[in-house]
T-cell receptor, first 116, second 114 residues
Framework: DQQVKQNSPSLSVQEGRISILNCDYT??????FLWYKKYPAEGPTFLIS?????DKNEDGRFTVFLNKSAKHLSLHIVPSQPGDSAVYFC???????????????FGTGTLLAVQP | GAVVSQHPSRVICKSGTSVKIECRSL??????MFWYRQFPKKSLMLMAT?????????EQGVEKDKFLINHASLTLSTLTVTSAHPEDSSFYIC??????????FGPGTRLTVT
């Protein structure tokens, strides 16, 4: 049962354009969402997060949007750069999930390729 | 800030032997650390939650006796893969949490069991 889904396994974008990565979730108990970037054979790097009390959070070129009614969040990267090419994971957390506090449930990842 | 290290980065061992992987939070204290496993082209699978001073909490389907976790201090958690088999070959990643939500990940350990 995949509670956090990233339906696009890959995305290709031209340098300078906007990259939009999407994520859907099913559990309404999730109250905090995070995006991570991962290169092969490395650990994920935290990018940006958003609490369920907000619908937008911005940090430099990265903006995360949350639509709670649709159980959908997206990560916008603008302008996209070749160095952004990596796998992007969204993750969701609930304050009390199955008895353990704040476990992260990861999506399956989207491979972003930014073409020069 | 929020740097997590892992050691070793790569290890090759023979079937039947045990391997220990260390996870350290370098610039913060972490009462909770997490151990993940990643299969090729797959998402991160949470194996267990490591709690300082108490027993780890394992996810369903993860063998406690095979994957021993010790969280001896606020900056160190270890994962020991006991009696390793080739199917244990994988990329193991730890994370630590300075606050309630964001987890910061180590660089990962590539385990190959021959």
């Amino acid at each position: 049962d995949q509670q956090v889904k990233q339906n696009s396994p890959s995305l290709s974008v031209q340098e300078g354009r906007i990259s939009i990565l999407n994520c859907d979730y099913t559990n309404s108990m999730f109250d905090y969402f995070l995006w991570y970037k991962k290169y092969p054979a490395e650990g994920p790097t935290f990018l940006i997060s958003i609490s369920s009390i907000k619908d937008k959070n911005e940090d430099g070129r990265f903006t995360v949007f949350l639509n709670k009614s649709a159980k959908h969040l997206s990560l916008h990267i603008v302008p996209s750069q070749p160095g952004d090419s990596a796998v992007y994971f969204c993750a969701a957390s609930a304050q009390d999930y199955g008895g353990a506090t704040n476990k992260l449930i990861f999506g399956t990842g989207t491979l972003l390729a930014v073409q020069p | 800030g929020a740097v997590v290290s892992q050691h070793p980065s790569r290890v090759i061992c023979k079937s039947g032997t045990s391997v220990k992987i260390e996870c350290r939070s370098l610039d913060f204290q972490a009462t909770t650390m997490f151990w993940y496993r990643q299969f090729p082209k797959k998402s991160l699978m949470l194996m267990a939650t490591s709690n300082e001073g108490s027993k780890a909490t394992y996810e369903q389907g993860v063998e406690k006796d095979k994957f021993l976790i010790n969280h001896a201090s606020l900056t160190l958690s270890t994962l020991t893969v006991t009696s390793a088999h080739p199917e244990d070959s994988s990329f193991y990643i730890c994370s630590a949490r300075p606050g309630p939500y964001e987890q910061y990940f180590g660089p990962g350990t590539r385990l190959t069991v021959t």
